[in-house]
C-alpha cells in the first residue's frame, strides 16, 4: 500500500495514520512474481474529517475584582488551545452579571464546542468611618467616611438634635445624644456595604472666665450672669 494523495501516512507496511483532514488515496498494488503479472491497481479515496475532542469550562462562578473576569477549561485529550466568546466577544467581561460562554477547540486535527454561563457576582464593600467625639452644641462637624469600593458614602442622621447640610457638614440645634449614620448603597459591581454609625454626646459651649488682668480663672458651664468684682 501507498499514499497516492492527501494527508495519510502508511507505517508498517498496512498501519495509515492522518496528518490532518481533506480528501485522502490510498493504493494497493500487487507486482507479481514468476508465476504472475503485475496486479492492476485498485485506489480506493475517501475524506479525512477532524476528531471530536471533549471540552469542560471551568471557573464559572466568579465575584468582581475590577479585572477581566476569564473562563478557564479542560481538554479530552489534553492541552488542546480553547478559543473563548464572552457574548459573541473575544474579549472577557469586567463588571458583574451573567455572560453566555462558548469554548471552541479549532485544531489541526480535533473540533469540540461547549457553550455555558459565566456569573460574575457583585463584590461586598465595608465603611470605614472613625468615631466622632463628643461636641459643643456650637459646633460644625465635617463629616468623613470610606468605603472599601471607593465609592461615596452618604450620611444620615439617627436620631437627637443633629442637622446635616451639603452632605457633610454636622450641626446641632440642641443638646443631648447624636446617631450619624454613614450607608454605601452599592452598584452594578458592589453589593450595599453594612451601615456605620457613630454615636456621641452634645453639649452646652464653655466659657471662659478671665480675669481683669486677662487670665484664665476656671471654666464654667454657659451661664446668663456673672458676679464678683474679680471677673471682667
Do not use: D, E, I, R
Given at each position: 500500500f501507498t499514499v497516492g494523495g492527501g494527508p495519510g501516512s502508511i507505517t508498517g507496511g498496512t498501519n495509515l495514520s492522518f496528518t490532518g483532514t481533506g480528501l485522502v488515496s490510498v493504493v494497493a498494488s500487487q507486482g507479481g512474481n514468476a508465476n504472475y503479472n503485475a496486479a492492476p491497481e485498485v485506489?480506493?479515496?475517501?475524506?479525512?474529517?477532524?476528531?471530536?475532542?471533549?471540552?469542560?469550562?471551568?471557573?464559572?462562578s466568579q465575584t468582581y475584582d475590577g479585572t477581566a473576569r476569564v473562563v478557564t477549561s479542560l481538554t479530552s485529550p489534553t492541552g488542546l488551545t480553547v478559543d473563548m466568546t464572552y457574548n459573541g466577544n473575544a474579549w472577557a467581561p469586567t463588571n458583574a452579571g451573567s455572560y453566555t460562554v462558548t469554548g471552541t477547540v479549532n485544531d489541526v486535527m480535533y473540533e469540540g464546542l461547549r457553550v455555558g454561563t459565566l456569573v460574575v457576582a457583585r463584590a461586598s464593600q465595608t465603611i470605614t468611618f472613625p468615631a466622632i467625639a463628643n461636641q459643643d452644641v456650637t459646633n460644625v462637624v465635617g463629616l468623613a467616611a470610606t468605603a472599601s469600593s471607593g465609592l461615596a458614602v452618604s450620611f444620615a442622621t439617627n436620631y437627637g438634635p443633629g442637622v446635616i447640610a451639603d452632605l457633610t457638614n454636622l450641626s446641632?440645634?440642641?443638646?443631648?445624644?447624636?446617631?450619624?449614620?454613614?450607608?454605601?448603597g452599592g452598584d452594578v459591581n458592589y453589593n450595599a456595604a453594612p451601615s456605620v454609625t457613630n454615636t456621641f454626646r452634645v453639649g452646652d459651649a464653655i466659657l471662659a472666665i478671665l480675669g481683669t488682668n486677662g487670665v484664665v480663672i476656671t471654666n464654667y458651664e454657659a451661664v446668663s450672669t456673672i458676679k464678683g468684682t474679680d471677673f471682667g
Open positions: 485506489t480506493n479515496t475517501f475524506n479525512v474529517t477532524k476528531a471530536t475532542a471533549g471540552v469542560t469550562l471551568t471557573n464559572l446641632f440645634t440642641a443638646t443631648g445624644m447624636v446617631s450619624v449614620v454613614a450607608s454605601q
